[in-house]
Structure formats: structure tokens, C-alpha cells
């Protein structure tokens, strides 16, 4: 439930949002993401969280937080850990539980509504912290993935839970195809043109 006049934020948890739209099979397009969220209320501030690995030649991320960055997402980074576990597997860590915290509580007495995007079930002391500051929370994630992307505590400590799949249509785009046969399939099409 929203309303027209009321203050909204959004949260985005960037990693636990990619996976959950990943396991329903199609990406989100942000621009879309945000007109949606306008449209349902005044939105002050959308949140971007997520971990960069500094030493990469590229980053396959790097693209997408320059062009939110440039159209109107406040961007929170910060260097991802890389290490090598137990069964010598390259791990990436580069949790932003904390700063997003700290965020949404600096910013819970100028907003009306938060809406936060990830089934990170770390968050629901957030949410019943902001609730007592008298600010509504929706999560967004989805429980028709297998296994299910959103915690059932967090999901039932929100005032409202908005399932992803449900905003396929207004904000997804089917996803990228980036093997040499979609590849070739996108040159094919071109060249048809």
C-alpha cells in the first residue's frame, strides 16, 4: 500500500536483488525500477549497496553502477575481500549490511516509507527499528524462487511484502544473453536490418 503524498526511500542490497531477479530469470531495468517508485509516491533518495573488486582489470558491475551513479541513484561501495577458502576455492566478500543500516536510520525521520529490496533476514531488527520511528517498511524479494530469496522473519516483520515477480512486467527486462551464440544471434539480427 502506498500513498501519493508520502516520502519515500528505496534500499537496494544490489547483490541480494541481482540474485533474486536471477533466479526468477530476468533483470531489472533501474531506470524502469525508479519511475515505478515515483509514480507511487515522492521519492527523495533511492539507494544503491553494493562491493566492487578494486583490483579487477574490469568489473562486469562497473558499467552499471557508473550509469546509476549518473541518473539519480545515490551509489554506497565499497572494496569487496577476495580470499581463497578451506577447499582452496577464490571467494568474494563484501557484506553492506551495515552501511545500509546506518543509512536508513540516519534517513527514518524525513521519510514516510522504505522501501528495501532484499530478503536478507540480518534486516529485520532494521525494520522493526524503523517501524517504531514511525516509518513504514515494504521489502521486495520473492518466495517463488527455489529455494525462496527472502527470510520468513524479515518478510513478516514487514508492514507490507512486495513479491518481485510481481513487478516482472514493469520493471524487469528478460535478461542478457552474453554467450557466443547470443552473441552471434545479436550480429545475425543486425546485419539483417
Do not use: C
Not at 3 to 13: G, N, P, Q, T
Not at 75 to 101: C, F, H, W
Not at 156 to 183: C, H, K, T, Y
Request: no cysteine; proline share 5%; aromatic share 10%.
Amino acid at each position: 500500500m502506498f500513498y501519493k503524498d508520502e516520502r519515500l526511500a528505496l534500499f537496494i542490497d544490489g547483490s541480494n536483488l541481482y540474485a533474486a531477479a536471477k533466479a526468477l530469470g530476468f533483470d531489472i531495468d533501474y531506470k524502469l525500477l525508479r519511475q515505478e517508485f515515483m509514480r507511487r509516491g515522492k521519492l527523495l533518495r533511492a539507494f544503491y549497496y553494493t562491493a566492487l573488486l578494486e583490483n579487477d582489470e574490469y568489473s562486469p558491475i562497473r558499467p552499471l553502477v557508473d550509469w546509476l551513479h549518473y541518473n539519480g541513484f545515490s551509489m554506497v561501495t565499497k572494496p569487496a575481500k577476495e580470499y581463497t577458502d578451506s577447499q582452496g576455492r577464490r571467494k568474494v566478500k563484501g557484506n553492506m549490511d551495515i552501511e545500509l543500516t546506518v543509512d536508513a536510520m540516519e534517513l527514518a525521520p524525513r521519510v514516510d516509507h522504505i522501501v528495501l529490496f532484499s530478503g536478507d533476514g540480518d534486516f529485520r531488527p532494521l525494520v522493526e527499528s524503523l517501524q517504531r520511528q514511525g516509518v513504514r517498511v515494504s521489502v521486495v524479494s520473492t518466495i517463488r524462487s527455489q529455494p525462496p530469496m527472502i527470510a520468513d522473519e524479515l518478510r513478516r516483520q514487514a508492514d507490507n511484502f512486495i513479491e518481485l515477480d510481481d513487478l516482472r512486467d514493469v520493471i524487469g527486462r528478460p535478461p542478457r544473453d552474453n554467450s557466443d551464440e547470443g552473441a552471434a544471434r545479436t550480429r545475425a539480427m543486425a546485419s539483417e536490418d
